[in-house]
């Protein structure tokens, strides 16, 4: 960032001769793109915890956001960001928190007086400014993926309920995508279901799967493989025309495993097993 | 998602994690339902697409996806082209062999991709990348 410690010191001083009407106009600057979102109030503490550690960290020494002498900055900025990542902000109204000083310096700082120590100061506050704005942009954006990646654990969590359909009888709706990462989950449930309620049969349902390919296909193998080498057998539902075509032609094989084409046939397979192997038992 | 399938206008899909794959099968859809294809059709080359996909990613180390809507005159189709600069096929007769795969799946992905699209054409070599272009027409 390359601030000398005595434009450092320059600056600090800047910021700080005129600290309540610099924040209370950069707190304005703030408040117009922002509509009415947060609260004054709230943008005001804001500002000034902001406007704190920058002068704090220029008081520090050789002003560099990399320094650790602007770790408490660092923090605030990272606080502020996120805070906005969560509320819902875009980037540049997470952004403009931090802009928006500069437009309280050219408010507040006497630029028509022609100093040309105080233009070359507004510079390289200017400067200083474009680096926050950066940082704060780069964690706005971190936070919205770190959000990103809780939201879609939460829908792998979501998406893959196994319900009990009868005495003995379990079923697993898949609806979406099928990956690896949810192929997964869906396995690791369906086994646990089973040794949980002791069914022997469980019913993989694939309506909701828009496309069967090769994957997909390998997955559900898998699962009823891995259901069988713990004594349930599995039925494969919901395969619709389409899909059904699609599977011939990809060349996919499902073997000896019963599929059908809707949840309702399938649960009927299974309870003439039920009922089958009761009889055989009961002769 | 745009829907917007004017003819001859290329849409690029970068190919460079599993998301990717997705958003593929997404866009090919899309396209696919907006040229009017049949349920089967659009099945097919989601299919397809999707196959190609994850070829792409898994043994070009990625790459890119273009799907274009042409029309032969007589019916549009839908073009994808998948192209990347990895290792390229060795031997192409036995890539496209059912059942045989060197990275773990069925090994039905490149020969069933062949079989659910009506133009299947590959151009590939050791160490020059793999182009394949399918070409799915509206019936």
């Given at each position: 960032m390359g601030l000398t410690a005595a434009e450092g010191e320059r600056i600090a001083a800047l910021l700080d001769t005129q600290a309540d009407k610099l924040t209370a106009s950069w707190t304005d600057a703030v408040a117009a793109p922002l509509?009415?979102?947060?609260?004054r109030a709230e943008l005001q503490r804001q500002v000034q915890d902001l406007h704190r550690a920058i002068v704090e960290a220029l008081r520090a020494g050789?002003?560099?956001?990399?320094?650790?002498?602007?770790a408490d900055l660092r923090a605030t900025l990272v606080e502020l960001s996120r805070g906005r990542a969560r509320q819902g902000f875009t980037a540049s109204e997470t952004a403009v928190t931090v802009f928006g000083l500069k437009q309280a310096l050219f408010d507040v700082v006497d630029v028509r007086g022609g100093d040309a120590q105080v233009l070359a100061d507004l510079l390289a506050v200017g400067q200083v400014i474009d680096d926050l704005g950066l940082f704060t942009f780069e964690t706005y954006a971190k936070a919205r993926e770190g959000l990103i990646a809780d939201q879609a654990e939460q829908l792998l969590e979501l998406a893959t309920p196994v319900v009990k359909l009868w005495e003995g009888v379990v079923a697993i709706p898949l609806v979406g995508t099928l990956d690896s990462a949810r192929a997964q989950v869906v396995m690791e449930r369906l086994l646990e279901t089973l040794v949980e309620t002791g069914s022997p049969y469980a019913i993989i349902d694939i309506t909701g799967v828009p496309a069967v390919d090769t994957q997909v296909a390998q997955h559900i193998l898998k699962t009823v493989v891995a259901a069988r080498l713990m004594g349930a057998e599995c039925i494969i539902s919901g395969i619709r025309p389409q899909i059904a075509q699609t599977i011939v032609a990809l060349g996919i094989e499902f073997g000896d495993i019963a599929t059908k084409a809707t949840l309702a046939d399938a649960l009927r397979h299974a309870l003439r097993l039920i009922e089958a192997t009761r009889k055989a038992r009961s002769n | 998602m745009t829907t917007d399938v004017g003819l001859g206008e290329p849409q690029l899909v970068t190919i460079a994690a599993d998301e990717d794959v997705v958003r593929v099968r997404q866009l090919v859809r899309t396209v696919a339902v907006a040229a009017k294809l049949s349920l089967v059709d659009q099945t097919k080359l989601v299919t397809a697409a999707s196959e190609l996909a994850r070829n792409t990613l898994v043994y070009g180390g990625g790459g890119g996806a273009e799907v274009t809507v042409v029309d032969s005159g007589r019916r549009k189709g839908i073009r994808i082209v998948f192209a990347d600069d990895g290792p390229g096929i060795a031997d192409l007769d036995l890539a496209l062999t059912d059942g045989y795969t060197t990275g773990g799946g069925l090994g039905l992905g490149l020969s069933g991709a062949r079989r659910l699209v009506d133009e299947f054409d590959i151009d590939t070599a050791a160490g020059r990348g793999t182009r394949i272009t399918v070409t799915k027409w509206a019936r």
């Open positions: 509509r009415g979102r947060l609260t050789a002003f560099d956001l990399t320094d650790e002498r602007s | -």
